[in-house]
């Protein structure tokens, strides 16, 4: 079955060692998106690309960066952890201009920071 | 600044019961679609309505767009344990989603 799959599930850093966490999609679609998901919030949209075009949102930590190498992978690298960094990493994959159909997401990835 | 209110955040009801959880907005979007994140995975999408004053079913499940298209609805119909999880509103805009903080709903047998 078509996908977005992210890896690790879970990950533990320790405060201020960078991590990079990772996402691979089957679907082919041009736009891929990762959120940050606090507990008992809503996602926060960090950043997309819309095919090799990156898009980041105003109030986005420097910390936090990304890389779009081809079509199917999107990495997130958090260069200094720290321990308000903690939360669920979702990402996200649609067609653009199709938005209304919606977007699949992968598991997520759960940070820890220790 | 959360752009899409959801009401309640949490509601906890006995299996066979009926429930509606609200996402309320000042600004008008394009589409509004409903998640179910089920605790430790991405959210899953149930529907997407663009039409104002659409009605969607989906089998036990029943959306609602209001006519502005600033509000939404899910009415949950003799609800089971399985429907147990977190359900999130999104509305499009500007080619983006964004997400209301979700309603927690606990079905117990």
């Known amino acids: 079955d078509a996908m977005v799959i992210q890896n690790p599930r879970y990950q533990v850093t320790q405060f201020g060692k960078p991590v990079t966490l990772s996402c691979s999609q089957t679907l082919n679609h041009n736009v891929m998106y990762w959120y940050q998901q606090k507990s008992s919030q809503a996602p926060k949209l960090l950043f997309h690309y819309y095919d090799k075009d990156f898009n980041n949102e105003a109030d986005t930590p420097d910390n936090f960066q990304s890389r779009r190498p081809n079509t199917s992978f999107c990495f997130l690298d958090i260069r200094s952890p720290g321990l308000g960094d903690a939360a669920m990493y979702l990402c996200a994959t649609s067609v653009r201009g199709s938005e209304s159909v919606g977007y699949t997401f992968g598991s997520g990835t759960r940070l820890t920071v220790v | 600044t959360q752009l899409l209110e959801q009401s309640p955040q949490f509601l906890s009801i006995q299996e066979g019961e009926n429930l509606t959880v609200y996402c309320n907005s000042s600004?008008?979007?394009?589409?509004l679609q409903w998640y179910r994140q089920e605790p430790g995975e991405g959210p899953v999408l149930l529907v997407t309505?663009?039409?104002?004053?659409e009605v969607k079913k989906l089998k036990r499940l029943t959306f609602q767009f209001g006519d502005a298209r600033k509000d939404s609805s899910l009415h949950i119909t003799a609800a089971q344990p399985g429907d147990t999880g977190l359900y999130l509103c999104?509305?499009?805009?500007?080619?983006?989603?964004?997400f209301g903080a979700g309603t927690q709903v606990v079905v117990t047998p």
């Open positions: 600004s008008v979007f394009s589409s």
């Open positions: 999104a509305g499009g805009r500007w080619g983006k989603l964004q």
């Open positions: 309505v663009v039409t104002g004053g």
